[in-house]
């Protein structure tokens, strides 16, 4: 049965994509319904996560006072994992906390203020109802399929994720059927719930800080896989970033995500962080980390896709970028959307300002600046060779046999004894310089 | 890895799932595809480990699933038939 609805415009998906594009169409006067397929909003939503920027201010001005986030970065770590080892520079500033950089966030709960927030702002919300299908006409797209009915709208706007099943139902990615391995990372995560005292004192966060540590893990298999560790209100969010093109491809081997995780956490440094803490939840979720070559087609006649259904994601392996990109999407396309009811007219050429607005927002420009900067991270070496080189190099000065040698002949060692050549290290050391 | 299906079977114990019934598995896979393929990966790619291989057959349950959809990308083969489960059914994560 087909259903001609009144709204002019149907988000599929709440999450902060969904979320930011139905809001802003609201405070717009458009009428929107967005349609969620878990029952509560944020339940089938994961992420690290560390919510950089301040991009929710533009459609909730009081966001920091009234989303439920957990801690304000003030400690930043970055480091290498070696077998046994870890090289990790430990940045503390106070001053972050102020300009709240970023918070820790935990999306089950964001995500369900979110939704809630839509609801007050007039925003018709459907939960526990899961779009099977984009419903087309000619081509054209008209409107959703859910539970056999199909439900139509002037515009729909995609935000179904990064395991986006309607781009690739709705033929939204030039002409794929299935999502590329080169261009997604599978992220898997623990939630631990650790006593607050502890917490702060074991990190040195205080009462108002909190810590956001990122690492490569080095590995001499050829898997690429940074791990992350933050600290929330009484939980830490404990996982890592696995490419999954670098995952061992032979029959028999069957090394698994679930390892790569297990060896994470029982890493001695690792374990140290979260001695006592107690699994509440584990869960896994897709990073696009494809950039600009694996975009979705971004608006088609009746149609335009935001978030990381449409791969506005940043990841190197260590640090990822998703949710601001999701806030700033979802507010291009909503404004797009309302072009195109000022002139009555849904066509793809007609929503293609929503990609004018996307590089006039700087959102295009950064993915072409980053471009480069995952290529010189996501790099082999960075892997399997660097974590072995720190350790080995600050092993060397920063114990007993420090003093008696020179930098250099520290250097020489190290680079000997993990094999890195010279003209390796010159250039990864520049490419990562220029582009970080 | 037999060690490993145990563990993580343990670690997916804390988190919460609708469970529907297997009529609507949400996720299905041709066993006879599987036994031509190459590669195997979707048991060192899936974060769950559904999948494991009885008596030379691949056998994929569906309950644990936490519909990351990662099988669907690495299964170059296609055995793998991919679809949210049915609203509301699936992982229902209370953190994220
Ligand atoms: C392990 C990990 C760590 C990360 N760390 C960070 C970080 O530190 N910082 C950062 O900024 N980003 C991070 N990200 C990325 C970030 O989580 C994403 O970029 C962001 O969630 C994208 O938002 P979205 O709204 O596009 O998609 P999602 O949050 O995935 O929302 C999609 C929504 O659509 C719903 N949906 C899907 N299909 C349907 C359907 N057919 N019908 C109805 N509803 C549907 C889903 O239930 C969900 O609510 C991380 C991701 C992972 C996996
Ligand atoms: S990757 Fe696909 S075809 Fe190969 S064993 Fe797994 S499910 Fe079967
Ligand atoms: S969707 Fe993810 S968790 Fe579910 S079976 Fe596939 S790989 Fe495993």
């Known amino acids: ?436 | 890895m037999q060690d490993s299906l145990v563990n993580v079977k343990a670690r997916l114990g804390s988190t919460k799932f609708i469970t529907d019934a297997e009529e609507h598995a949400h996720i299905t896979i041709d066993e006879d595809i599987c036994v031509t393929c190459p590669h195997e990966n979707c048991m060192n790619a899936c974060p769950a480990q559904c999948f494991e291989k009885i008596d030379g057959r691949m056998k994929f349950t569906y309950e644990d699933c936490v519909e990351c959809g990662t099988c669907d990308i690495v299964c170059t083969p296609g055995s793998v038939t991919w679809y949210n489960p049915r609203g509301n059914f699936g992982v229902n994560y209370r953190y994220g």
């Not at chain 1, 979320?19 to 939503?45: I, M, S, T």
Request: proline fraction near 2%; charged fraction near 25%; glycine fraction near 12%.
């Open chain 1, 1 to 436: 049965m087909v259903t001609k609805s009144r709204f002019p415009c149907i988000v599929v998906g709440a999450g902060m994509a969904g979320c930011a594009a139905a809001l802003r169409l609201r405070q717009k006067g458009v009428d929107v319904l967005l349609v969620e397929r878990a029952d509560e909003g944020g339940a089938k939503n994961l992420s690290g996560g560390i919510l950089w920027g301040d991009d929710w201010a533009e459609l909730i001005p009081d966001w920091k006072e009234e989303m439920p986030v957990e801690r304000p970065v003030s400690n930043k770590k970055v480091g290498f994992l070696g077998a046994e080892s870890a090289f990790v520079v430990d940045y503390h500033d106070e001053s972050m906390k102020e300009d709240t950089v970023g918070y820790a966030v935990l999306r089950a709960k964001t995500d369900a203020y979110l939704l809630k927030k839509c609801q007050e702002a007039g925003v018709t919300v459907v939960t526990g109802v899961h779009v099977e299908d984009l419903y087309k006409e000619n081509g054209v797209v008209r409107g959703v399929v859910a539970g056999g009915e199909v439900t139509t709208a002037d515009v729909v706007i995609v935000a179904d994720g990064a395991n986006s099943r309607l781009t690739l139902s709705g033929d939204l990615r030039h002409g794929q059927k299935k999502l590329d391995e080169h261009h997604y990372a599978l992220g898997v995560k623990e939630v631990l719930k650790l006593d607050k005292a502890v917490m702060e004192d074991r990190f040195h966060i205080g009462e108002d800080g909190g810590m956001a540590g990122e690492y490569v893990l080095g590995r001499d298999d050829g898997v690429m896989a940074g791990g992350f560790i933050y600290t929330n209100e009484d939980t830490l969010s404990l996982g890592v970033v696995v490419n999954l093109a670098t995952l061992p491809q032979e029959k028999g081997n069957t090394l698994s995500t679930h390892d790569i995780m297990e060896q994470f956490r029982l890493h001695p440094y690792v374990q140290k962080l979260t001695h006592g803490a107690e699994l509440v939840e584990y869960g896994a979720h897709l990073v696009p980390e494809g950039g600009y070559q694996a975009f979705s087609e971004l608006s088609a006649d009746g149609a335009l896709v935001v978030g990381d259904a449409a791969g506005f994601c940043f990841s190197n392996g260590i640090v990822i970028q998703g949710m601001n990109y999701a806030v700033r999407s979802g507010v291009c396309a909503a404004d797009a959307v309302v072009h195109a009811v000022g002139k009555n007219d849904f066509s793809a050429v007609t929503l293609s300002h929503y990609e004018k607005l996307l590089h006039k927002t700087g959102v295009m420009g950064d993915f072409e600046r980053f471009k480069n900067v995952s290529k010189a991270l996501w790099n082999p070496r960075m892997f399997s060779k660097y974590p072995d080189f720190l350790s080995n190099m600050f092993r060397g000065i920063l114990t007993a046999d420090g003093p008696k040698k020179k930098m250099r002949a520290h250097l020489t060692d190290a680079m000997k004894a993990s094999g890195v050549s010279k003209r390796e290290l010159m250039t990864d050391a520049l490419t990562a310089g220029a582009n970080l």
